[in-house]
């Protein structure tokens, strides 16, 4: 679809729940890449389902998200793995955390880390990153990032205290 997702916000059946289930899927694909360039244009990594009550609401048309198709939205957000709930707040993934994963590795690699230890919250707030797309990430943002290192054998997280390190391998 070559139509910029800034069109849809002007058109109002965007704003209403499809009955079709093709077209219903095709505007949940749609409504999820609005929220996530919101999201990444914003620097919003944890969020409630109000964050974004800006962006589903369009004054000019008198038109917005009923809570049905938010929770429909959010849902299927949650399927596609764009989300993980996170009690009352939702982590959003508008860079999948395999991708966030890549780039934190290749700092590691980058900057002679493979083999040390470093805190989470140094990784993500530390002065050897502030040059990185994921230096300001939220601590509880990098544990699920890091936790793909982990399954892929290139990480190991550990609690220190009441804080996370972790190895890289």
Same mark, same amino acid.
């Given at each position: 679809?070559?139509?910029?997702? &800034?069109?849809?916000?002007?058109?109002?059946?965007?704003?209403?729940?499809?009955?079709?289930?093709?077209?219903?899927?095709?505007?949940?694909?749609?409504?999820?890449?609005?929220?996530?360039?919101?999201?990444?244009?914003?620097?919003?990594?944890?969020?409630?389902?109000?964050?974004?009550? =800006?962006?589903?609401?369009?004054?000019?048309?008198?038109? *917005?998200?009923?809570?049905?198709?938010?929770?429909?939205? *959010?849902?299927?957000?949650?399927?596609?793995?764009?989300?993980?709930?996170? =009690?009352?707040?939702?982590?959003?993934?508008?860079?999948?955390?395999?991708?966030?994963?890549?780039?934190?590795?290749?700092? &590691?690699?980058?900057?002679?880390?493979?083999?040390?230890?470093?805190?989470?919250? =140094?990784?993500?707030?530390?002065?050897?990153?502030?040059?990185?797309?994921?230096?300001?990430?939220?601590?509880?943002?990098?544990?699920?990032?890091?936790?793909?290192?982990?399954?892929?054998?290139?990480?190991?997280?550990?609690?220190?205290?009441?804080?996370?390190?972790?190895? *890289? *391998?």
């Amino acid at each position: 679809m070559d139509v910029p997702l &800034a069109k849809f916000l002007t058109w109002p059946p965007f704003y209403t729940l499809q009955p079709n289930l093709d077209t219903q899927n095709q505007q949940l694909a749609l409504w999820s890449q609005v929220i996530l360039d919101y999201a990444k244009n914003n620097k919003i990594y944890i969020a409630t389902m109000e964050s974004f009550d =800006g962006i589903t609401r369009n004054n000019e048309l008198n038109r *917005f998200l009923s809570e049905e198709l938010k929770d429909i939205l *959010f849902k299927y957000m949650k399927k596609q793995k764009f989300i993980i709930a996170e =009690g009352l707040s939702m982590l959003v993934f508008w860079q999948k955390p395999e991708t966030w994963a890549e780039m934190i590795y290749r700092w &590691a690699s980058n900057s002679g880390r493979i083999g040390t230890v470093e805190t989470v919250e =140094g990784l993500v707030s530390g002065d050897e990153t502030t040059s990185e797309e994921f230096y300001g990430m939220p601590v509880n943002y990098a544990i699920e990032v890091l936790k793909t290192l982990q399954k892929s054998k290139k990480a190991e997280m550990f609690a220190v205290g009441d804080s996370y390190a972790v190895k *890289f *391998f």
